[in-house]
């Protein structure tokens, strides 16, 4: 089976720029998407396509893959960006990362 | 504006079944297909399967294969999941996501969501 690997939690400090990293066999050559999760929240699309951004998402929000890494990247952090993050694939099944907590202190 | 609601919380026994709706409106219902994505109390996202409304083909998780079903409703824009033979870890809140129809239905991704729908199961 795939495996997409995430990092557990990473911590930004606001207005700063964090970097979500997801892993995986090859993954330059398949399209990752972005999902937003707030705690009690169902998940929204913050990315698709690799670096498609849908409408109503921030500009500060932007992805990029290549070789086997995809990054989720927000410019100027805000507070109300703090949420998990998962990343997911398409490899003869709908594959999700492990998901990682965004801390905005 | 594009809405998926889902139905109410359930409490269910291990071995019973358990079906989940998603209601769709704001948009043409056929033209797309739902996505069925679950996940377990402080745990990430796993994914269900999948069925096309337009064509009526499904395609699920093997983990789910001959315990999931999928379908729909288009008389009232309505997606269905029923779950069998549930197990106490089959616990978590079940998503209905919108995604596409054809055999590339994978590549919009999930661009609208319902609210989630509680899944208990406990003797």
């Known amino acids: 089976s795939y495996d997409l690997t995430q990092p557990p939690s990473v911590s930004v400090s606001p207005r700063q720029t964090a970097t979500i990293t997801c892993s995986g066999d090859?993954?330059?050559?398949?399209?990752v998407y972005w999902y937003q999760q707030k705690p009690g929240q169902s998940p929204v699309m913050v990315i698709w396509?690799?670096?498609r951004r849908p409408s109503g998402i921030p500009d500060r929000f932007s992805g990029s893959n290549s070789g086997n890494t995809a990054t989720l990247t927000i410019i100027g952090t805000q507070p109300t960006d703090e949420a998990d993050y998962y990343c997911?694939?398409?490899?003869?099944?709908?594959?999700f990362g492990g998901g990682t907590k965004l801390t905005v202190l | 504006q594009v809405q998926l609601v889902q139905s109410g919380a359930e409490v269910k026994k291990p071995g019973a079944s358990v079906k989940v709706s998603c209601k769709a409106s704001?948009?043409?219902?056929?033209?797309?297909?739902f996505t069925w994505v679950r996940q377990a109390p402080g745990q990430g996202l796993q994914w269900l399967g999948w069925?096309?409304?337009?064509?009526?083909?499904?395609k699920y998780a093997d983990q789910f294969q001959g315990r999931v079903s999928m379908t729909t409703d288009t008389s009232t824009n309505t997606a269905y999941m029923e779950l069998r033979n549930l197990r106490s870890d089959d616990t978590a809140i079940y998503y209905c996501a919108r995604s596409g129809y054809s055999s590339t239905w994978y590549e919009m991704g999930f661009d609208f969501w319902g609210q989630g729908t509680l899944v208990t199961v406990s003797s």
């Open positions: 704001g948009y043409t219902f056929r033209n797309y297909g």
């Open positions: 069925i096309s409304v337009y064509y009526g083909n499904s």
């Open positions: 396509q690799d670096s």
């Open positions: 090859n993954l330059g050559r398949k399209f």
């Open positions: 997911q694939a398409w490899d003869t099944t709908v594959v």
